[in-house]
Structure formats: structure tokens, C-alpha cells
């Protein structure tokens, strides 16, 4: 038997389950450090990939500077300088991404203990309502 105390419940579940879904369900076949490590991963391909495109575009920009300039030492001492910005840039970029991704992990998790909670509460109506039948005998 349905009562409306259960049905608003399950509206309340199902609309939220609608509005929540990739954060409760997507972050559940994660753990913690691998949710990390993948999001860390795919930053450092996205930043790497970025960077040498922006190099590559600043160096055919500059290339006829470049091939002008005769003296090794100064070309050494630019490879060197875009090598410096690439990984204080890395660092940065992993830094905020780390910090991105705890945060979303972590929302996540309080948004899954909330669907669980609610999906606890639901069960705890069917048991008490099952029970009362049998005590009351309806069948």
C-alpha cells in the first residue's frame, strides 16, 4: 500500500537521483587517490599538449629571428628559459587541478551519503509498513 508520506519520498529520491546523477554514480567507481591521479593525468597531457602547441606557434613566429641570430649560447639560454616556464607552469597547472579535483571528489561523496541517506529512510518506510502487517494481519 502506498502512502503519501512514501510517495513524496520517492519523488524527492527520484528527483534528486535526475539532478545528481554523474556526481552519485560517476564518482563511484573511483577510489579517491585513482579519481586523483586521473584527473592529475589527463591535466598534464592537456597542459603539455597546449604548451608545445604555444611554443611551436611563438618559434615559427620568431623563426627568422632565430635563424639571424648565430650566437649558440643565446639560443641555449631561450630553449632553456621555455623549459623553466614549462615546468613552473606544470607545477601550477597540477596544483590547481589537484586541488579542483579533491574538491569535486570529495562534493561527490557528501551528495552519495545523501542519496544513501534518503534511500535508507525509504527502506526503513517498506520495513515498518511490512511489519505492520504482519502485526495487523493484512494481507
Known amino acids: ?25 560517476g564518482i563511484n567507481s573511483f577510489f579517491k587517490k ?14 603539455t599538449f597546449c604548451y608545445g602547441l604555444l611554443l611551436l606557434i611563438e618559434l615559427l613566429y620568431s623563426a627568422d629571428g632565430i635563424i639571424n641570430t648565430v ?3 643565446l639560443v641555449i639560454g631561450v630553449f632553456y628559459g621555455y623549459i623553466i616556464r614549462y615546468f613552473v607552469g606544470l607545477v601550477v597547472f597540477e596544483l590547481i587541478t589537484l586541488t579542483v579535483a579533491l574538491s569535486v571528489f570529495n562534493r561527490a ?3 552519495k551519503k545523501v542519496y544513501q541517506g534518503k534511500l535508507k529512510k525509504l ?17
Open 34 to 47: 585513482d579519481y586523483v591521479i586521473k584527473r592529475l593525468l589527463e591535466s598534464f597531457v592537456s597542459y
Open 1 to 25: 500500500m502506498l502512502s503519501e508520506d512514501k510517495i513524496k519520498l520517492m519523488t524527492e529520491l527520484s528527483l534528486y537521483e535526475k539532478k545528481e546523477h554523474d556526481a552519485i554514480f
Open 123 to 139: 527502506q526503513k518506510r517498506y520495513e515498518f509498513q511490512a511489519k505492520s502487517r504482519e502485526l495487523g494481519g493484512y494481507r
Open 71 to 73: 650566437d649558440v649560447m
Open 109 to 111: 561523496l557528501r551528495k
